[in-house]
């Protein structure tokens, strides 16, 4: 595997992407929107496993609009009150609109790089709205999108992503943790109604047992087994949705 930096000119400036491919090469290409706690060693170590099983993936900083910034760590991060205040205020900073906006540079990115084909995204705590978004606004570029523990996926918002169902064309995957205020139970009703109405080909799953943030490795509530088991139903979405 090699990762190569890259920036890539947006609407608000470069944003720093990395870009990781197989040592053998890919024809295909998945973009994973992180969580509030940003680009850092776990999420290359994710984009790491994606590689593994043959696609080349773009990890881009969607907190690029607040410039370089220290790394910050998921297991004190919430605990320090500046620091937490700092992570919601980029979050409140980088709308849904915004995120759509870069998707359409990252998606040019892509191209420019050699996977001008069909791309999966997948998408983490904020980056899951951002991914079924994705899906919605490029419905001839997504062909799948998966959140995982994505908050926020069915709410009154205007740009709630589930009201944006009938623009989707993609193949969508969300797991929910056993538990999650930011996902509750009326929301995941409200999603899958919408995504029926719309006709997408899709799954809602429950990860009972697992709390908000289960899939990544440097969180202090990380779950092997739930971890792998997400691995496992991503490998065969993209598997299944993503030309080889």
Known sequence: MTKRLID????????????????????TAIIL??????????????????????????????????????????KTAFSEEATKERLFGMLRG???????????????????QGFSGPVGVTGYC?????????????????????????????TEADDSPHRRAAGMKARIYVAAAGTDGSFPPEQAGRLAEALRAAEVDHVIETYAGTKHGWCMPDHPVYDPAGAERHWRRL??????????
């Open 8 to 27: 890539i000119a947006t609407a608000d400036g470069p944003c720093r992407a990395g870009l990781f491919v197989p040592d053998g090469g890919s024809r």
């Open 126 to 154: 904020m980056g899951g709205a951002r991914a079924l978004n994705a899906a919605a606004a490029f419905p001839d570029r997504v062909a799948a999108a998966a959140s995982f523990h994505g908050g926020n996926l069915a």
């Open 235 to 244: 490998e065969t979405l993209f598997s299944e949705t993503l030309a080889a």
């Open 94 to 112: 980088t709308t849904q609109a915004m995120t759509v906006a870069d998707t359409g540079a990252f998606l040019d990115a892509l191209s420019a």
């Open 33 to 74: 929107f992180m969580d509030i706690f940003g680009p850092r060693p776990a999420l290359d170590a994710m984009a790491g496993r994606l590689v593994a099983i043959g696609h080349a993936v773009l990890v881009p900083d969607l907190f690029h609009r607040f410039g370089d910034r220290p790394a910050f760590d998921p």
